[in-house]
């Protein structure tokens, strides 16, 4: 194996190695400070021990990987115990031989190419904040039609090579595990205890292959992974940027771990596809990053490539009310406006009115599918309701969940235009699928829901999307003017659903540019990257008045930017200061959303969301661009926490900084302390029930003894920039 290149990216070096005898290139990352401190490798796993066997005895530590794992239906496993397990280092992907690499500014192409008849063109380019952004094209340039099983975003190789040897002992996987109203808890594994350690002769291959199938794509686990070499001190870590079936690999048969992901693939995600000759196929992006240091680090790179789709209006972070907590589905313009009356004068900027506005049968039967205001509820129409808030000063939002029809509406009904299993429509619970390959589905929406934001004034869109697809539908009808016969597979039909489900969003983009879009699913289940292209936030959860709420918001703000993390803090006249400084304490993790009976709080009450929202527009540029750490001991049980959590968020040059505190059952009787970043920070304003104010004592925020479940949230300045 040669060096064949290596480029610059930032604080990290791309390091590609060709394979002289075969022409197959492989990928490294690798954090520039460390280039030149690599030790060697041992090439064989005899020898440590038994150096003098002749050379033909011995087995090889470890055996080139690929750049691209490429899989076509008829090729045969590898062998060594993979059927079943995994389609990578098929016959495809050894066919691949080095033909060039392009270089343009801060982007590399490499092209691959098989005798067979296709090419393979990687693209690794910088994504911002100190990610990179890598993807695949397969090209069929044969004179027969080729069936993918499997196409690679990315594939990095030769983890870790900071060690000589198998590195027992020292890697160490991170993911996230994730369900309803309980997202992005992290879990560290050792590689042992996931038994992916080589055998005694490098014979066999060891998989952990994991993801999720559906429409749902943070079900089950976030699409992220990372691996730590502990030892090393060096993290690497991907995140995928699509909406559907993914999948993350660890491959392991040597000394060495790769690690690779994308579309989830035949095996996994029942996903094929058949590229005709000329024809071309490029499978979603994928954020990559390394680190010198640990996960947490390279969480915020990964999320400083996120992109967003926001308007001008979201600068600055204005706060949320959505009356969902208020109302419970039953919004009416009288009880609209009366919130709106509250809210008047407040910090608040947006009210979004939730689900229950669109004509229902009965009061029981949730129809939504048709999106025909309630005349009884809003007599004088939308326009009217979006009027009198506005004139308070206020930008009216409504909620949607257009990706669907509800049975009970005549929308579900038009079961010609929705998903199909196996020639029956695609039910789940209640709903159906509308089929966004479908054009007539586009013009329907676009009449329902486009012209319904138009024609009422709406500058706030809530987008929900309350169950999942499963593992895909039957290929479009033939007479589809978007797609020919053949999509050859469930998992082909839900990707080109889920690509024409985009083109409605961006749609929505196009002519409605000033629109604010949050994306919500169930709560939690979109949360990533490609989806927030689409919007300017997402509902964190449908979390909204559990005490595990900033466990949960600490667990997001790890795998999507803070800014666009929207937090629920629902008050009731019930509550005690203590009660209602908790709940607003946990949106200084994100967005603040608001719910609640705001109307009928006490003016001391009132007062407490209000000294929330203005310490809240003070950090709201720190939550923006910052960069976070959390301490605190680790949870058994989310739902029963014990002990305390603080999250420090400093912001970008250094100057500002957040802390937010929250204690649960058993809280230490003793001071809590956050170590600060090396400077003179100063106490610039606060929150908290009992109004013990903090103080800073030399590189600690010190914070004095709580009672159980309370809330504070700490303003931090540099003396020097108060001047």
Known sequence: MEKLSSFVFGDMVAIYHRQRETGRVQLQLVPKALVRKLPGHRRFLDETSEPALR?????????????????????????????????????????????????????????????????????????GGGALRSRTTFTNTSENALTLELLTSFSLAGITPFASDDAPGRLRLHRARSYWSAEGRMEALPLEGLHLVPSWTGYGVTSERFGQVGSWPTRGFFPFAALEDTEAG?????????????????????????????????????????????????????????????????????????RFSAPRSEEKLPIIFNEWCT????????????????????GVKYLVIDDGWAERPTERMQENGDWIVASKKFPHGLRAT????????????????????????????????????????????????????????????????IGLLRDSGMGYMKVDYNESIGLGCDEAAATDALQRPGIQSPGEGLRQHLDGDRAFFQRIRRELPDLVIEICASGGMRLEPSMLELGAMFSF???????????????????????????????????????????????????????????????????????????????????????????????????????????????????????????????????????????????????????????????????????????????????????
């Not at 109302?327 to 407040?346: E, F, K």
């Not at 029809?405 to 709903?431: C, F, I, M, Y």
């Open 327 to 346: 109302s419970w589905g039953h919004p009416n313009h009288d009880n609209v406006i009366a919130l709106a009356d509250r809210l008047a004068g407040s």
């Open 55 to 127: 050379q033909h005895e011995r087995k090889p530590a470890w055996q080139m990987d690929s750049l691209v794992h490429v899989r076509l239906t008829g090729d045969p496993c590898v062998g060594e115990f993979a059927n079943g397990r995994s389609l990578r280092m098929s016959e495809a992907t050894l066919e691949l031989r080095f033909v060039r690499q392009r270089v343009a500014k801060n982007k590399v192409v490499t092209l691959l190419r098989s005798k067979r008849g296709f090419r393979c063109e990687h693209t690794l380019e910088e994504g």
């Open 386 to 449: 979006c009027n009198a808030i506005r004139e308070r000063g206020l930008i009216p939002g409504i909620w949607f969940e257009f990706e669907v029809a509800n049975k009970g509406s005549h929308a579900w009904k038009e079961t010609s235009h929705q998903l199909h299993r196996d020639g029956s429509v695609l039910s789940a619970g209640t709903r159906h699928f509308w089929d966004f390959r479908d054009p007539w589905v586009h013009e329907f929406l676009a009449e329902r829901v």
């Open 541 to 723: 959860s449908d979390a909204h008045e559990t005490l595990d709420i900033p466990l949960l918001a600490g667990n997001v703000q790890q795998l999507v930017p803070a800014r666009a993390c929207q937090i629920w803090a629902v008050l009731r006249p019930g509550d005690e200061a203590r009660r209602l400084v908790y709940s607003l304490a946990s949106t200084f993790l994100g967005r603040m959303c608001l719910s609640g009976d705001i109307s009928s709080l006490s003016p001391r009450q009132w007062g407490v969301a209000l000294e929330a929202q203005e310490l809240y527009r003070q950090v709201a540029p720190i939550i923006a661009d910052g960069v976070s750490q959390r301490t605190g001991p680790a949870q058994v049980s989310y739902r029963h926490p014990r002990g305390w959590q603080a999250i420090l968020r400093v912001a970008r040059g250094g100057r500002q900084a957040a802390a937010v505190v929250h204690t649960f059952a058993d809280s230490p009787n003793n001071p809590i302390t956050v170590d600060l970043p090396d400077g003179d920070w100063r106490v610039a304003g606060f929150l908290h029930a009992g109004k013990r104010k903090p103080v800073v004592r030399g590189r600690k925020l010190v914070l004095p003894p709580h009672a159980d479940f309370e809330g504070c949230v700490v303003h931090l300045v540099r003396q020097s920039s108060l001047q």
């Open 234 to 306: 060096v993290t690497w870590a991907a995140q995928i940027a699509w909406l559907g079936s993914w999948q993350i690999e660890l491959w392991r048969r040597d000394d060495f771990v790769q690690l690779s992901g994308g579309l989830a693939d035949r095996e996994f995600g029942h996903w094929w596809k058949t590229i005709d000759p000329g024809e071309s196929f490029t499978t979603p992006d994928a954020l990559l990053t390394v680190v010198q240091g640990s996960v947490e680090g390279a969480c915020q790179r990964l999320i400083a490539g996120h």
